[in-house]
């Protein structure tokens, strides 16, 4: 059936392994992070329930469920199947609850999002968006500051960060 799923996440338990590509892309952005010096003294605590909305098939999702894995946080997990939120009409037959499932926590279809009480949300929105607002989020809130690795040393990454170019 089409209906949304929902897990809970332990941390303290094993976690799935993301795709070898997106898993090259979360550890070049966690590179990229502690090069900014992501280590952040944490000003408030994480709330204690958090839920993050995902879909399975998205990197942006997988990134921000490898980093609360990373850092050992706990949270609920709602999983939402490929098209939900979508009009069939303007999609190519393939949506289904057109206005429902991730549309009803931002206003479109676009996960992750991160919902819990304190966690920031734009006015009209039911929680965090953006899978790099929510990396640093939860960065600079997590217990005793941020986790991500320190930079490599290694000269080829650092020469390719000196060339890299933030849009």
């Given at each position: 059936?089409?209906?949304?799923?929902?897990?809970?996440?332990?941390?303290?338990?094993?976690?799935?392994?993301?795709?070898?590509?997106?898993?090259?892309?979360?550890?070049?952005?966690?590179?990229?992070?502690?090069?900014?010096?992501?280590?952040?003294?944490?000003?408030?605590?994480?709330?204690?329930?958090?839920?993050?909305?995902?879909?399975?098939?998205?990197?942006?999702?997988?990134?921000?469920?490898?980093?609360?894995?990373?850092?050992?946080?706990?949270?609920?997990?709602?999983?939402?199947?490929?098209?939900?939120?979508?009009?069939?009409?303007?999609?190519?037959?393939?949506?289904?609850?057109?206005?429902?499932?991730?549309?009803?926590?931002?206003?479109?279809?676009?996960?992750?999002?991160?919902?819990?009480?304190?966690?920031?949300?734009?006015?009209?929105?039911?929680?965090?968006?953006?899978?790099?607002?929510?990396c640093s989020y939860l960065a600079a809130h997590a217990?005793?500051?941020?986790?991500?690795?320190?930079?490599?040393?290694?000269?080829?990454?650092?020469?390719?960060?000196?060339?890299?170019?933030?849009?």
């Open positions: 059936s089409r209906e949304t799923h929902y897990y809970i996440h332990d941390a303290r338990r094993h976690v799935r392994s993301p795709p070898p590509l997106v898993m090259k892309r979360i550890i070049l952005l966690a590179s990229a992070m502690s090069a900014r010096s992501v280590h952040a003294a944490a000003t408030s605590r994480l709330p204690t329930s958090l839920a993050l909305h995902v879909y399975d098939h998205c990197p942006f999702c997988n990134r921000v469920e490898f980093l609360m894995g990373k850092m050992g946080i706990s949270y609920e997990r709602v999983l939402y199947h490929y098209g939900e939120g979508a009009d069939p009409a303007e999609c190519g037959g393939t949506g289904f609850n057109p206005g429902g499932g991730p549309v009803t926590l931002t206003g479109k279809k676009m996960l992750p999002v991160l919902v819990g009480e304190g966690v920031p949300a734009p006015v009209g929105a039911k929680g965090m968006a953006e899978s790099l607002e929510i217990e005793g500051g941020s986790v991500i690795a320190p930079a490599t040393g290694r000269p080829d990454v650092d020469d390719w960060r000196a060339r890299f170019k933030e849009v």
